[in-house]
C-alpha cells in the first residue's frame, strides 16, 4: 500500500490574492507558525518520503516539518505558470484581459494564461509524477487489480498500529506542494475533469490531505482517505474544516 500525503506549504508574503505561481517568495511569520503546526501533527507518524517543490516557500516548510529528515526536489511540483498574469490580483488579470480570463474561467483546463500553463499543463506533469511515484513504491507488492478489491462496509478499516503498518509494507510519503498544483494532483489521482479542480477542491495553507494506493492500482486509481484537514491549525472551539 502507498499512502500519500498531501500538503500546501504556509502562507506566504505575498498572501493568497496574487496569481504568483511562479514568484520564488518565502514564508511569512504566519506560514511558518502553520508548517510547525502541521509538523506537531505529524509527531509519531512514520514518514517514509518527503518530496518537495523546487520553490522556496514548499522548501522552507518540508523543512520545518522533516524536523531534520531528508527533503528530495522534484521539478514537477512546481505551481502553475500564469505568465503575464503572474503578480496580479485575479481582479487585475481581469482588467487585463477581460475575454482571455472569461474563457480562462470558464476553462481553465484547456485555455493557457497568457505566455503560461493550462491546466492540463499541469495535469501532465502531476500525472508523470504520479506514473513514478506508484511505480517505485508499490514495486515488489503484490498485484491485486484495484477492481478485484473485496467491497467494504462503507469505509470503515481497521487502524493498525505504527508497527503494524510497516510491517504489512505501507509506504508513506508527504508531498509538499502547492493550492493550484495540489487540487489538479487531485483531478489526476480521483479521475475528475481538470476543469472542474477550482469548483471541487479546495487546499488550504498545510493542510493535509491523504490518497490511498493498493498494489495493482494506475496512478489514477487513487481513494480520497482525507481532505484539506486543517484541525491543527484551528483553536479549541472552532470548526476543525477549512
Not at 119 to 144: I, S
Not at 146 to 169: F, N
Amino acid at each position: 500500500m502507498l499512502t500519500l500525503i498531501l500538503t500546501r506549504h504556509g502562507l506566504t508574503s505575498a498572501g493568497d490574492v496574487l496569481l504568483g505561481g511562479q514568484l520564488d517568495v518565502s514564508l511569512a511569520p504566519g506560514g511558518r507558525a502553520q508548517a510547525e503546526a502541521l509538523r506537531g501533527r505529524l509527531t509519531g507518524v512514520r514518514i517514509d518520503r518527503i518530496i518537495a517543490s523546487p520553490m522556496l516557500r514548499a522548501i522552507e516548510t518540508a523543512q520545518i516539518v522533516s524536523a531534520g529528515r531528508t527533503i528530495e526536489i522534484d521539478e514537477r511540483l512546481r505551481e502553475v505558470d500564469y505568465g503575464r498574469w503572474e503578480g496580479l490580483t485575479h481582479a487585475e488579470a481581469a482588467v487585463h484581459d477581460p475575454e482571455l480570463r472569461a474563457r480562462w474561467e470558464a476553462d481553465p483546463a484547456e485555455i493557457h494564461s497568457p505566455g503560461g500553463e493550462c491546466g492540463n499543463d499541469v495535469a501532465a506533469r502531476a500525472l508523470g509524477f504520479l506514473v513514478d511515484l506508484v511505480a517505485t513504491e508499490l514495486h515488489g507488492q503484490n498485484d491485486v487489480p484495484a477492481h478485484h478489491r473485496s467491497p467494504d462496509s462503507g469505509g470503515s478499516r481497521p487502524l493498525p498500529s505504527e508497527a503494524q503498518a510497516e510491517v504489512q509494507g505501507e509506504r508513506r510519503v508527504l508531498v509538499v506542494a502547492h493550492g493550484t498544483y495540489n487540487r489538479i494532483l487531485m483531478c489526476v489521482a480521483l479521475g475528475i475533469p481538470v476543469r472542474d479542480y477550482r469548483r471541487r477542491f479546495i487546499q488550504d495553507w498545510a493542510s493535509l490531505t491523504v490518497l490511498r494506493y493498493e498494489p495493482g492500482d494506475g496512478p489514477e486509481d487513487s481513494e480520497l482517505v482525507l481532505s484539506n484537514d486543517v484541525a491543527h491549525l484551528r483553536a479549541p472551539g472552532e470548526a476543525p474544516w477549512g
